[in-house]
């Protein structure tokens, strides 16, 4: 099942929980990539774009974040995945804050030390960061090799994404 599709037990999309999250820290304009599910219903407030090739793994989906968000004039993008729902407005807006916000921000969360979500990428790294991924590997390689700064987060939040057996009650919504 697309993760696109997915709900919580209390039946609330994952998509409409990340993207209200982005909107409580102050992010605009949300804009959300669609691959397996490209019909999948967005809240009002974000911008559906379609992945054409995400079979091509995490990579195409963060080059087409960046190419979308190139479009706009927001100067850094906030990259978070839709199997991290739960995640604090506080979260983001830390590591937002941190970052200094520019075009030449690079942060991410960490957790214990441990890198999660969200990260942020000024737009000085949009290019190299989607020339940098590949296949199923984000931007994370490129993070690293950057010397992004690393927020410290575990106080406000686990960092663990859905994937993981320590999080329950998902179900599928059905469209």
Same mark, same amino acid.
């Given at each position: 099942? %697309?993760?696109? @599709? +997915?709900?919580?037990? =209390?039946?609330? %999309? $994952?998509?409409?929980?990340?993207? +209200?999250?982005?909107?409580?820290?102050?992010?605009? #304009?949300?804009? &959300?990539?669609?691959?397996?599910? #490209?019909?999948?219903?967005? %809240?009002?407030?974000?911008?559906?774009?379609?992945?054409? =090739? $995400?079979?091509?793994?995490? !990579?195409?989906? @963060?080059?087409?974040?960046?190419? +979308?968000?190139?479009e706009t004039s927001a100067e850094v993008a906030v990259l978070v995945p839709v199997d991290v729902p739960d995640i604090p407005p506080t979260v983001l807006a830390r590591v937002l804050r941190?970052?200094?916000?520019? !075009?030449?921000?690079?942060?991410?969360? &960490?957790?214990?030390?441990?890198?999660?979500? #969200?990260?942020?990428?000024?737009?000085?790294? $949009?290019?190299?960061?989607?020339? +940098?991924? !590949?296949?199923?590997?984000?931007?994370?390689?490129?993070?690293?090799?950057?010397?992004?700064?690393? &927020?410290?987060?575990? =106080?406000?939040?686990?960092?663990? =994404? &859905?994937?993981?057996?320590?999080?329950?009650?998902?179900?599928?919504?059905?469209?």
């Open positions: 099942m %697309p993760k696109a @599709l +997915a709900t919580g037990a =209390d039946g609330v %999309p $994952w998509i409409d929980r990340v993207v +209200a999250s982005l909107a409580a820290a102050g992010c605009a #304009p949300i804009l &959300v990539m669609l691959g397996a599910a #490209p019909d999948a219903p967005v %809240p009002a407030l974000a911008r559906p774009r379609t992945v054409a =090739d $995400w079979n091509g793994g995490l !990579s195409s989906t @963060l080059r087409a974040a960046l190419l +979308a968000a190139g941190a970052s200094g916000g520019g !075009s030449d921000a690079l942060a991410r969360a &960490v957790y214990g030390r441990r890198p999660g979500h #969200p990260a942020v990428l000024g737009r000085a790294h $949009w290019t190299a960061a989607a020339a +940098a991924a !590949s296949g199923d590997q984000g931007a994370g390689p490129y993070l690293a090799r950057s010397g992004a700064l690393q &927020v410290e987060c575990a =106080d406000l939040w686990h960092g663990r =994404d &859905v994937d993981r057996p320590e999080p329950t009650g998902v179900t599928a919504r059905r469209c």
